[in-house]
Every structure is written in structure tokens, then in C-alpha cells.
């Protein structure tokens, strides 16, 4: 049996389950969360979809407000992580794997600390999303219009509407099966693309112009404090986006944003567009992700994050 079909008979014969994404969740996960909830609702199982946090940007998504923190004393059949191959990024959620007798995970990413029983892994994959909705169709499940509008949020938002390299035909195939599913484009667009906060356009723009130009402008760097986000009344998570902002630049290779999470914890996101891989960048740094999309966590204050971080960018070869 492979390890697709155990993973199915496992979904197939569980009556509880509880499904996480990652702390600091962005499209991907969310849509995995809740795309994979409304399936396995909808076949008659009991379903907690987990969410330490709830950024209302997201709140268009089917089923958000069916989000729930972790609840230390309830158990379960199935735990299923997704999004993340790193345990400790599931944050309280470790509780409900704790709490479960058995486990899957569902991602795409490069790296996998391979803690779960089961594990459906696809690191050319354009997102979680893409995995999960695939699994789901060859497996034989129903996919609702609600549940196919979440999946196709996740893949949209993680491959930057289809354009990383991540994103070929098979993307392009599981997207129109999902819109055969009901999968409401339109709502997905309007709400990611056409309904900007005029705060964080204003945001974006002082981000660009303080931004710190290296290698004759072939790498970008921003700082991103709790002071700058205040001053335009946003929040960290609203932040995310500016990293491909600044990639997009004219004659950028690499963009790099550090963004202080509390005074002693900042988070970086790497970007790239074609000759760096910025994960190896990230694992520098005890973090991961992609060849062109990566990201850490560093432990310190902003003041003393930022030059190391410049240093290191400094320091690349030919960008």
C-alpha cells in the first residue's frame, strides 16, 4: 500500500479530526485549513479547524469564522499539519497532535522534520492547496464550491496569481478542475487584489523609499518595526506583500524584509527572481522554504538583527 493510500484509508476511517496550518499563517495556509475542513465535514466527520489567529484579511474565505484556538482537553482520532514541514511552527497546535492517534501532513516545502505518521510532500507543488485538492480528486471525495473557492485562494496567493515557476500546466489543470468544482475566481481576485487598504498602499510606498539598496541595486533590504507599522495603522501579518513589491523592482535579483514580531524576535522573508537561491540564504539563518521564496526566524533585537542581516547580503556573490 502506498503511503497516498494509507493516508486515504486513515482520512477515510477517522470520526475526529483537527487540522492545523502554521503559526503566522498566510493564504496557503488558511485555504489548506479550511479547504480540507469543509471536505471532511461535508463526508460526516467531526472537524476542528485550528487557528491561533485570526487576520481579517482572510475573512472572505468559506468557513473562517469556523476557526478555533486549540482546546487542551479534547482529543482525536487524526491530527493533519499543513503547510509546514517544521513541528514547532504549528505553535499550540503541538497540543492537538499530542492529542491525536494518528497524524498526516500535507506540504510543500523543501525541508520536513518527518514528525507525523503519514506525510503527502511536493516541494515542486505551487502551495499546500495544490496538494491537498489533488489528493482529495484522485482519492475519489467531493469537493463543494465553498471547499474548491478556499483551495483556490491557497493556490493563487502562494504562487503570486500562477506566476512562479512552480506554477506549470498541472497548476493550471487542478485550478479549472476546481472552478468545474464551483470555485469562486472572482471573489478570490476582489478581495486579494482589488480591495487594497489605502493605509497599507501608503505603507508599501515608504517601505520602497527607505529601503536599502545593495550591489548597485540588485538587492533590496527593508526594516519593517512595530514603530513603522503603527504609524500607518496596520498590522505585522498586513506587511507580508511588500517583500514582492520590492522584488518587483526594476533590476532587483533579491528582496529581503525584516519585520520585528516582539523586541527580542524578527522575522525575515527572502525573495528571489531568477539567479539566487534564498533558501540556502534562510537556512543560514535556521529558517527554509523555497528556491525563490524562503524565510527565517532570529531570535534578537531589530537594532542588532538588521546588520547582521546587511552584512550577510553584502556578502553574496555576484546577485
Request: proline residues 2%.
Given at each position: ?61 468559506p ?34 497532535l499530542?492529542?491525536?492517534r ?23 507543488a ?7 485538492a489533488?489528493?482529495?480528486l ?5 469537493i ?5 473557492t ?14 512562479y ?7 493550471h ?19 486579494e ?17 527607505q ?45 529581503v524584509?525584516?519585520?520585528?514580531q516582539k523586541q ?19 537556512e ?5 522554504g ?12 531589530n ?8 552584512s ?8
Open positions: 500500500m502506498t503511503e497516498q493510500e494509507k493516508a486515504n484509508r486513515l482520512l477515510r476511517d477517522a470520526q475526529t479530526v483537527a487540522i492545523s496550518g502554521h503559526v503566522n499563517p498566510d493564504g496557503d495556509s488558511y485555504a489548506s485549513v479550511l479547504g480540507l475542513g469543509l471536505v471532511l465535514s461535508e463526508a460526516g466527520k467531526t472537524v476542528d479547524m485550528l487557528a491561533e489567529e485570526q487576520i481579517s484579511h482572510f475573512s472572505y474565505l468557513a473562517f469564522a469556523a476557526l478555533r484556538p486549540v482546546d487542551e482537553k479534547r482529543n482525536y482520532d487524526l491530527f493533519i499539519r499543513v503547510d509546514l514541514g517544521d513541528t514547532t511552527r504549528l505553535g499550540r497546535a503541538q497540543i492537538a499530542a492529542n491525536s494518528h497524524s498526516i501532513n500535507f506540504d510543500h516545502h523543501l525541508t520536513n522534520d518527518g514528525r507525523c505518521d503519514y506525510a503527502i510532500l511536493d516541494p515542486k505551487s502551495s499546500t492547496c495544490e496538494i491537498i489533488a489528493f482529495l484522485e482519492n475519489g471525495w467531493t463543494s464550491a465553498d471547499a474548491a478556499a483551495f483556490y485562494a491557497g493556490i493563487t496567493t502562494d504562487s503570486n496569481r500562477f506566476l515557476d512552480t506554477s506549470g500546466a498541472r497548476t489543470r487542478l485550478a479549472a478542475r476546481l472552478l468545474d468544482c464551483g470555485a469562486d475566481a472572482k471573489r478570490v481576485y476582489f478581495h487584489y482589488q480591495n487594497e487598504n489605502p493605509k497599507r498602499i501608503a505603507f508599501e510606498g515608504a517601505v520602497v523609499e529601503a536599502l539598496s545593495l550591489h548597485d541595486g540588485r538587492v533590496m533590504l527593508a526594516n519593517i518595526t512595530q514603530e513603522l507599522i503603527a504609524k500607518y495603522g496596520l498590522a505585522m501579518p498586513e506587511a507580508e506583500g511588500v517583500v514582492d513589491t520590492l522584488r518587483n523592482l526594476q533590476g532587483v535579483e533579491v528582496a524584509i525584516l519585520k520585528e527580542d524576535v524578527q522575522k525575515v522573508s527572502f525573495r528571489s527572481k531568477e539567479k539566487v537561491n534564498v533558501a540556502k540564504i534562510a543560514s539563518f535556521g529558517g527554509g523555497h528556491t525563490k521564496a524562503a524565510g527565517a526566524t532570529i531570535e534578537g533585537e537594532k542588532d538583527v538588521f546588520p547582521l542581516l546587511r550577510v547580503l553584502e556578502g553574496l556573490d555576484r546577485p
